[in-house]
């Protein structure tokens, strides 16, 4: 039973344009959120997290939208760069709950 | 001065067989957990340890043991592999319990043959 949603194995963009990448999540209970980013051969690393009292968090070019009542979030990368061509996992948990539940990863390809 | 580093790297081994992966973290933090990724690229969490002490355990068959000798380090141990088994394996280390940003290790990759 997947909790956490990630529609799109892969996603191409042009560097300079803007990356959109998606997340579905299941679970009401859901209440923080975190993007992950990952390189071939290497571990996820931690890229940005919103809580649930808000609905947007951004980090230089990274930017957080969450609709609660969608139960949605997505992660805009603008302006794309090829350093940015990695696997992202969407992540989410529950207050008071270690038990994180990650999405399936989407690939995305940022060509020069 | 790797955060959280895992050995061995690479692994592949017989059906049958036991082994071992190793993880330790340098980052002072209390919290640490094991994850599994399968052919479908999922993350899966299988343990979590707090301070030394097992607070997650997910449906994982039990010849897999985690074993925490102090909160910098947890292992794992794997019994009687079996084919299924080959997956990458994250370690991984957090503050605390609770929602915590995670710090991965760069993954043990297992193969049974």
């Known amino acids: 039973d997947q909790q956490v949603k990630q529609n799109s194995p892969s996603l191409s963009v042009q560097e300079g344009r803007i990356s959109i990448l998606n997340c579905d999540y299941t679970?009401?209970?859901?209440?923080?959120f975190l993007w992950y980013k990952k390189y071939p051969a290497e571990g996820p690393t931690f890229l940005i997290s919103?809580?649930?009292?808000?609905d947007k968090n951004e980090d230089g070019r990274f930017t957080v939208f969450l609709n609660k009542s969608a139960k949605h979030l997505s992660l805009h990368i603008v302006p794309s760069q090829p350093g940015d061509s990695a696997v992202y996992f969407c992540?989410?948990?529950?207050?008071?709950?270690?038990?994180?539940?990650f999405g399936a990863g989407t690939r995305l390809t940022v060509k020069p | 001065d790797t955060a959280v580093s895992q050995t061995p790297k690479y692994l592949v081994t017989q059906m049958g067989n036991d082994k071992s992966i190793k993880c330790e973290q340098n980052?002072?933090?209390?919290?640490m957990y094991w994850y599994k990724q399968d052919s479908k690229k999922f993350l899966k969490i299988m343990f979590s340890?707090?301070?030394?002490?097992?607070?997650i355990n997910e449906t994982v068959p039990n010849r897999f043991s985690p074993k925490s000798p102090d909160k910098a380090h947890l292992n794992l141990h794997i019994n009687s592999l079996e084919l299924g088994d080959s997956a990458v394996y994250f370690c991984?280390?957090?503050?605390?319990?609770?929602?915590?940003?995670?710090?991965f290790g760069p993954g043990t990759r297992l193969l049974v043959l």
């Open positions: 991984a280390s957090s503050l605390r319990q609770g929602q915590e940003t995670q710090y």
């Open positions: 340890y707090n301070n030394k002490e097992l607070i």
């Open positions: 919103i809580s649930s009292i808000k």
């Open positions: 980052l002072g933090h209390d919290t």
């Open positions: 679970n009401s209970m859901f209440d923080y």
């Open positions: 992540a989410a948990s529950a207050q008071n709950n270690n038990d994180m539940r």
